[in-house]
């Protein structure tokens, strides 16, 4: 909890003093430059990555390499309002995590009030952070992804294994984004009627919401039966698709994607020996753990790659 507000203080601070307020757009970056089968490789290995250890200090490292790569893509203000909403999702995990599991010491507090008791596990507390931080860093993971994997990129990537599973693949990377894009739209459009959802009591707004939810599934309902009829009337799958831009391999997407592999597999070569990772919570009883060091430095490496790469090819491009 305690490296979340930090995380959220320091990007409050970067805020007001204007760092990373103009992030950097994406077509001019290294991302840019990679093959979507080499971009759709390296996020692969990224999550993979955060599913390899769970010990405190590695997740914690994992979370600000993967701020500072999303401060760098998305922005300061994209991670700050990220970083908001993921501290919720930390309380709730460790509520639930404190919660169910009780019987691990030492414990830190005790509570009993007739025949209910609550003991508060330090070792639970630790697990629950390190598995909110894990989750807030997938979902981060994701954020940058959708930035950097266009539809078209994906479609191209999975549209020669089955045309049909890209387009599944590319709604469902593109659905919250879609989703949030309507319903403030929607939003916007029942201001002009005279219906805003932020005024009123309790039953009023709630009301309100339902109806411009009803709107809004109307519209996804609708705009998915067009879309399945306009590429059914155009034989979407029956032959191989073409694509307005074509992409070639070229040596910096074989360095890039070579060595985020070998990243990968020495992280696993790791997890294999049972470093930064533990079976049980009762192991979790310290922040940094004996033999935290070297996953550490593999996480880093691995997550702040692309902006190892950026200097590399700013230098080459001068």
Not at 156 to 174: G, H, K
Not at 232 to 242: H, I, P, S, Y
Not at 276 to 299: C, E, H, Q
Request: aromatic letters at 14%; glycine letters at 4%; proline letters at 3%.
């Amino acid at each position: 909890m305690a490296t979340m507000i930090y995380c959220w203080k320091g990007l409050l601070t970067l805020r007001k003093s204007g760092f990373f307020m103009k992030h950097t757009p994406i077509a001019m970056t290294f991302f840019s430059q990679v093959h979507p089968v080499a971009l759709t490789l390296y996020f692969t290995e990224l999550i993979i990555c955060l599913l390899l250890f769970n010990h405190v200090a590695v997740s914690m490292a994992e979370f600000v390499a993967l701020i500072i790569m999303g401060a760098y893509y998305l922005g300061g203000r994209s991670i700050a309002r990220q970083l908001k909403y993921g501290l919720s999702f930390l309380l709730l995990i460790l509520f639930f995590n404190t919660l169910l599991n009780q019987k691990f010491p030492p414990i830190l507090w005790h509570f009993k009030w007739g025949i209910l008791t609550f003991q508060f596990s330090y070792p639970a507390f630790l697990y629950g952070i390190a598995m909110a931080i894990v989750l807030i860093a997938m979902l981060f993971v994701f954020s940058v992804l959708n930035r950097v994997l266009t539809p078209s990129k994906l479609i191209y990537v999975f549209s020669p294994i089955a045309p049909r599973l890209a387009v599944l693949v590319t709604i469902s990377f593109t659905l919250v984004t879609n989703f949030t894009t309507k319903f403030r739209q929607i939003l916007r459009l029942q201001r002009t009627r005279n219906v805003d959802a932020s005024t009123g009591s309790l039953k009023i707004r709630t009301q309100k919401m339902i109806h411009i939810f009803e709107i809004l599934l109307q519209d996804s309902l609708s705009s998915a039966m067009e879309t399945a009829n306009l590429m059914d009337a155009r034989g979407f799958g029956a032959t191989k698709r073409t694509h307005y831009r074509s992409y070639h391999w070229q040596l910096s997407d074989v360095t890039f994607i070579s060595l985020a592999t070998a990243i990968l597999l020495a992280g696993i070569s790791l997890r294999v020996v049972s470093m930064g990772a533990s079976r049980s919570v009762a192991s979790f009883t310290t922040i940094f753990m004996v033999n935290d060091g070297w996953p550490i430095l593999i996480t880093v490496l691995l997550f702040l790659l692309p902006l190892i790469s950026e200097g590399v090819y700013r230098l080459w491009a001068n």
